[in-house]
């Protein structure tokens, strides 16, 4: 069997929390959007062997739970500032067995992640919009080649579109590595000129 259709078997597992998160967007009318690659977000983290694993905007849990399953050791910190949308999350996380893997903290971004310690090998950006503190931040937690997947790069807000598109062109901060969800959402690995790189296992193909 492919490592793909893996991905893709594995994902299904979580597709009735898709819907579920999709529903409670309907009956509520918040921004719990539902991330529609799960299966291009958990390749990346598989194929990088993330253990370490940290999220921006949990909704109700769906692709913490997707991300938990990058690797037999993995661990997701997962941070959400609805407290609805942690109550839920917890209890689907709980549900589906998951819950010594994902940690839910409720509060402010830039709040939760004074009190993270580093570093981690992907971060998973899915909040409304992405600022050029908060990647600023971000990049700090993560390990010397760590990925990050930036959702909603096109939602920044208009004062944060001109420095957060600087922000990653700077190749000696950021490197593109490609992108999932039909090319929505970019992935770009932290660049250290000062730190050697690991190598990547050699069974596994990582991103760029």
């Known amino acids: 069997m492919s490592g793909l259709a893996t991905v893709a078997e594995d994902v299904a597992r979580f597709d009735g929390l898709q819907a579920a998160t999709r529903r409670h967007r309907r009956h509520h009318g918040c921004n719990a959007y539902t991330f529609e690659d799960g299966a291009g977000l958990l390749a990346i983290a598989r194929a990088d062997r993330a253990t370490r694993i940290l999220e921006f905007g949990t909704a109700i849990g769906y692709t913490a739970c997707v991300l938990a399953t990058a690797t037999e050791e993995t661990h997701v910190d997962t941070i959400e500032g609805d ?31 004074g009190d993270l310690d580093g570093p981690y090998d992907l971060a998973f950006f899915d909040g409304l919009g992405p600022t050029v503190r908060l990647v600023g931040k971000l990049r700090n937690l993560l390990r010397p080649d760590g990925l990050l997947v930036c959702g909603n790069l096109a939602h920044a807000g208009t004062a944060e579109r001109l420095p957060i598109t600087a922000e990653f062109g700077q190749s000696r901060r950021w490197r593109f590595a490609g992108s999932i969800e039909a090319g929505s959402t970019p992935v770009f690995r932290k660049t250290d000129p000062g730190a050697p790189t690991p190598p990547a296992p050699n069974h596994q193909r990582r991103p760029a």
């Not at 996380?93 to 939760?112: N, P, T």
């Open 83 to 113: 407290r609805e949308h942690v109550a839920l999350a917890r209890e689907h996380i709980r549900d589906l067995g998951l819950e010594a893997r994902v940690r839910v903290r409720l509060g402010d971004f830039f709040e939760v992640m």
